[in-house]
């Protein structure tokens, strides 16, 4: 395999993101915490990749700081290789059919959301373009519990508020009715959230959200819901797993 890590083309630079200066919550309760981005830029016969990594570094619990970090350098890298081999595969192919033969695209980029001593949640924007009609984007988010360096669910943000589900879908159908022309159906294939359904916390609640194609065209792209905590009726700090006291 590949050495991807190959000095003469691996290029760094280091973002420093002084927790102290963006909120306040991350000095009082993770002070110590910083990312640095490593920028991976690497040309290969048939892919320019393009790739920002964070590395999370002073968390106060090694062995979770460096399982998020695995986690972090797995995903990026396993999405870099795939486009490698598929993107070798059409070269193969455009050599055989004796086509112009041009490049794929791999990019990576990274988005925080929150931080706290109990979670901490961000997202990687992966986008890839294989020369078709468009590049693709995806966003996957990274929930984890710094307790157990565990990735969370939505449903782990509750307790004993079992009505969170529906709720969310009622929020989620009422913001969706205010623009229903912009969804597929009216926005009538929308039924309910998953239980693994993709998200993202923020310091006033999260944000749910359905990938390119889910819910509507192309054009509008990722459908994102803000769902504040005022939409739950009677919830408290004792209903809130990483936000209370617990």
């Not at 990312?35 to 048939?46: M, T």
């Amino acid at each position: 395999m590949k050495n991807l890590f190959t000095p003469l083309f691996k290029k760094y630079f280091i973002l420093m993101i002084i927790l102290f200066f963006i909120l306040p919550v991350f000095a009082i309760e993770q002070p110590d915490v910083k990312v640095e981005i490593k920028n991976f830029q690497e040309e290969y016969p048939a892919l320019v990749a393009d790739l920002q990594i964070p590395i999370f570094t002073g968390f106060s619990n090694q062995q979770i700081q460096e399982k998020i970090n695995q986690k972090i350098e797995q995903d990026i890298y396993g999405f870099l290789n795939q486009l490698v081999e598929d993107s070798n595969e059409y070269l193969k192919m455009a050599q055989k059919e004796g086509w112009d033969s041009r490049k794929y695209t791999a990019q990576t980029n990274f988005q925080f959301h929150y931080l706290s001593s109990k979670v901490l949640s961000f997202s990687i924007i992966y986008y890839y373009y294989t020369l078709g009609a468009h590049g693709m984007t995806e966003q996957v988010s990274y929930n984890f519990d710094l307790g157990t360096g565990e990735s969370i669910q939505i449903g782990d943000l509750f307790i004993n508020y079992s009505q969170y589900k529906e709720l969310i879908n009622q929020e989620i159908k009422k913001q969706i009715l205010a623009e229903k022309e912009l969804y597929f159906n009216e926005g009538a294939d929308f039924k309910s959230i998953s239980e693994d359904q993709p998200f993202f916390l923020e310091y006033d609640g999260l944000t749910a959200y359905f990938g390119l194609y889910e819910l509507a065209p192309f054009a509008f792209g990722i459908c994102y819901f803000k769902l504040p905590f005022g939409i739950f009726p009677g919830l408290s700090s004792d209903n809130l797993k990483y936000f209370g006291n617990h």
